[in-house]
């Protein structure tokens, strides 16, 4: 009863605690309660009476407290308090005239506000965690030495000023000092700081402290309060202080803890890249200049850009790209203006007895044959060889090879082996190297019909031969394949048995296996077939069937996922037409785990060791095409990461524009509506061992908007949708507005490769294994990666358009992205 009347007046009673101890408190007390009944009157009177007695319990936030706790005596009475609930109890004893209960639930009232407070900051940080992230690719950077949190007395002398503040935290080579706001200093400065709080327990034979230049300024959550970040001077030396401080470190680093946020940040972002690297669809080809010519040199595989590497080698299975980006061509391209030089390739194949000679032109060399254009599209686009692929060309080093991890060398002997430069071996692969080309698949069913809108007069395609290919030896070319573990589903295993083929239309046909896995397998027919991606056959496997009575190996149902140039090479993956198991599946499951021991793994040793991940590092460092990230928002697939290398895309320079490229960007313009469905309904019916399904999203700008939402809009269609619906979209978007266009290759992810990033979450996990399981959490709601590519060049080639306010509408982009910048 008692408290149901206090929790019912307790505005009351708080008002009433303020006037304790004062000699007008009854006059007080009695104004205040007038209208209350006796019954009230006296419980509240006894709760303040309560409130006003002298309090013997001492205040130990040992446990509570995040701050520096400290011994704290009042009346022979000893407490353990920071510094903020010292302030607490003096104001409280100033204001009831004793240490009281009133005293005591006060400062105990005040700790558990703050300790609210972080947790309201912690949640507010978590959900920023699960917000739309930038993910700035290759950003995280090494650090010398480990840092570590230690909050210590310091006194900073600035231009002959005297600054009390205190560390932040600290390593050998600088430190993060706190400093009050009166006192600013600026970047650039040289400030000698004393550690007036490690010199009351240490001689530190420091007279004059220690030289420090500052090389950025911080804002406090504290207005009263900014950070200084501070760098060691090189013009002064003090071995024994260095010497103090190292042991100083590793001694006390578990006890203070060493500063995480570089590696934490370095985790994410190399997770996002994982996800992304092996979903390119670019061809990488590393072009060299030696003696002033231009040759690719190394050429870099990955899952989705496979289709491309294959169809760029002739029938020998021997790669053309050297022919295909010859010097003349590469050096025509570089001629353009722009960061990234870029241009369209178009090329067709025509076979000559079991031959396959290449044809190809640039948008820049058909420029020069304006004559011999429609001609080429005519008769290319007719072949099915036909292809269509963006070319980028843009600059790199060798030294772009190099990525140390973000952890320094004295974290260990295993880190500073693993933060060593690539080999000699892998650097003389990369002597000369000075560009990065990337071939991007661009051809789609309604390009294709366009083109073909041109007459074909076969008497005159004889005139396309200045635009083949010779055959002769190609210049040495190393394939690198992009080395990730965890990626594939199933290990392949080498082995060969006799096959026999059956095709819909009941053809048998004999072939021979040349791997497989629990999944699938690659076989290879002995002559070739018209058989083509996507088409579903039975396999029957009878040297097999004499080693099992308890599958049935005939009628195997496989679909065709790749197909030779060739022919007679076929990638399967086992069909599952019901619900009933595949007998395929089972018994080669059952085949690998009874025979690991004995069964060769396809997967070799590379060939130079190191390599791969030394041209990962040079995309990396230059990336220069648009990651998109679907991430599971409370069980829903939405946008949630952009990523951003050393080149900005257009997407990039319109949220900037609007402001939304800081660390949480708002993503959701980007996707709306049925444009959004599409894509998330394609991705929850995928799976991860599919290729990249290909959709257009054209984006219309208008720039005189106030906030992105209502500034974009956006429309979305598969490549095999009609066109033509866009045209009053279209129409808006070139009356005063601007058009842009991307070709996103949309892949389902796997999960997280955490091998890759072992070393950096094994050393956050040492230190705080809270945080390496909410990095393990965020990666895990990836489910979903878009590659995307600007093809701006190709909107009239896929839609109809006038061609007069498309041009204007070209001038109006060009001018408005020029001043953004």
């Known amino acids: 009863m008692a408290e149901d009347i206090l929790q019912k007046h307790q505005p009351l009673v708080q008002e009433l605690k303020q006037h304790l101890g004062e000699k007008s408190f009854n006059t007080v007390f009695d104004s205040k309660t007038a209208e209350l009944s006796k019954g009230d009157q006296f419980i509240i009177k006894m709760e303040l009476n309560r409130l006003r007695q002298p309090c013997n319990r001492a205040l130990d936030l040992r446990g509570l ?28 004893v100033k204001r009831f005239g004793d240490y009281t209960l009133a005293v005591y639930e006060m400062v105990m009232q005040q700790v ?37 949190n230690y909050a210590i007395k310091i006194q900073a002398l600035v231009n002959d000023r005297h600054i009390e503040g205190k560390t932040s935290d600290i390593s050998l080579s600088g430190a993060k000092i706190k400093l009050p706001r009166h006192s600013q200093v600026e970047r650039g400065q040289t400030v000698w700081v004393r550690f007036t709080g490690l010199e009351e ?23 009263d309060f900014y950070y200084a970040r501070l760098k060691r001077g090189e013009d002064q030396h003090t071995p024994g202080f260095d010497a103090f401080l190292a042991r100083f470190i590793d001694g006390n680093k578990r006890r203070y803890k060493v500063n995480l946020d570089n590696t934490l940040d370095a985790v994410l972002t190399k997770g996002y890249e994982q996800y992304y690297l092996p979903r390119i669809n670019s061809l990488f080809a590393f072009v060299c200049k030696q003696e002033g010519k231009l040759q690719p040199h190394l050429l870099l595989t990955t899952e989705n850009n496979l289709d491309s590497h294959t169809y760029f080698c002739d029938e020998e299975r ?28 178009y090329s067709f194949t025509h076979s000559h007895q079991n031959k396959i000679y290449f044809y190809s032109a640039t948008e820049l060399e058909l420029a020069s044959h304006p004559h011999l254009r429609a001609l080429f599209f005519a008769f290319g686009s007719r072949k099915q060889s036909w292809r269509v692929h963006k070319l980028q060309l843009l600059p790199v080093q060798a030294d772009d090879a190099h990525i140390p991890l973000s952890l320094p060398d ?13 080999s000699a071996r892998v650097f003389s692969h990369l002597r000369d190297l000075s560009y990065l080309c990337l071939l991007t698949p661009l051809h789609s069913p309604a390009l294709t019909q366009r083109l073909r809108r041109y007459e074909l007069d076969r008497s005159e395609v ?46 048998a046909i004999k072939a021979k296996s040349l791997d497989f896995s629990v999944l699938g397998m690659q076989i290879e027919l002995t002559e070739a077939a018209n058989i083509k991606k996507g088409e579903v056959i039975t396999l029957a496997l009878p040297q097999l069937q004499q080693i099992t009575k308890k599958f049935h190996l005939a009628q195997l149902p496989y679909e065709v996922m790749a197909v030779s140039k060739s022919g007679t090479v076929l990638n399967l993956k086992a069909y599952q037409k019901s619900r009933q198991p595949h007998a395929g599946v089972l018994f080669f499951a059952q085949l690998i785990d009874n025979n690991k021991d004995k069964l060769q793994q396809c997967e070799e040793e590379p060939k130079v060791p190191g390599l791969s991940k030394a041209l990962r590092n040079i995309v990396i460092k230059n990336l220069c095409q648009t990651p998109l990230y679907f991430c599971n928002k409370d069980n829903q697939l939405a ?32 996707l709306q509506g049925q444009s959004l469905q599409l894509l998330t309904d394609t991705l929850h019916k995928s799976n991860r061992q599919e290729q990249a399904k290909a959709f257009d999203l054209f984006i219309h700008v208008r720039p005189k908007e106030d906030k992105i939402i209502d500034a974009i809009s956006c429309r979305c269609l598969t490549l095999e949708q009609d066109y033509k619906a866009l045209t009053p979209f279209i129409n808006d978007a070139l009356d005063g507005g601007l058009l842009f266009c991307y070709r996103l290759f949309l892949s389902k992810t796997g999960r997280p490769d955490t091998k890759y990033l072992l070393s950096e979450l094994k050393y956050i996990s040492h230190y705080a294994l809270h945080k390496a399981k909410e990095l393990e959490d965020a990666l895990w709601q990836v489910e979903g990666v878009i590659d995307a590519l600007a093809i701006d060049e190709l909107i009239p080639r896929l839609v109809h358009v006038d061609i007069g306010a498309y041009q204007s509408m070209v001038e109006r982009r060009t001018k408005w992205l020029q001043r953004i910048g």
């Open 65 to 92: 407290s995040k701050g520096e706790i400290q011994s704290y005596q009042y009346h022979n009475q000893h407490h353990f308090l920071d510094a903020e609930a010292i302030a607490a109890f003096e104001q409280g």
């Open 112 to 148: 558990h506000e703050r300790r609210q407070q972080r947790q309201q900051k912690i949640q507010v940080e978590h959900e920023e965690r699960l917000s739309d992230r930038l993910i700035r690719f290759a950003s995280y950077e090494s650090r010398q030495q480990e840092r570590m």
């Open 201 to 223: 327990d240490f001689e530190l034979g420091l007279k004059d402290g220690v030289q420090y230049q500052v090389v950025a300024i911080e804002p406090s959550l504290d207005k």
């Open 318 to 345: 021997q790669s053309v790209i050297t022919s295909i980006l010859n010097d003349t061509r590469l050096h025509s391209v570089l001629a353009q203006s722009g960061q990234i030089k870029h241009t369209l390739l």
């Open 410 to 422: 004295s974290a260990g002997d295993a880190i500073a082996k693993l933060n060593k430069p690539p």
């Open 462 to 507: 004889n005139q396309l031969k200045i635009f083949g290919h010779r055959r002769y030896p190609s210049p040495e070319l190393e394939i690198v394949a992009l080395e990730y573990t965890n990626l594939r589903a199933h290990k392949r295993y080498l082995y060969a048995t006799e096959i026999t083929v059956s095709t819909a239309q009941d053809i």
């Open 639 to 670: 946008l949630g990461a952009i990523g951003l290398g050393r080149y900005q895309s257009s997407i990039h320079r319109i949220w900037r524009h609007f402001g939304e490229l800081g660390q949480h960007p708002d993503l959701s313009a980007l």
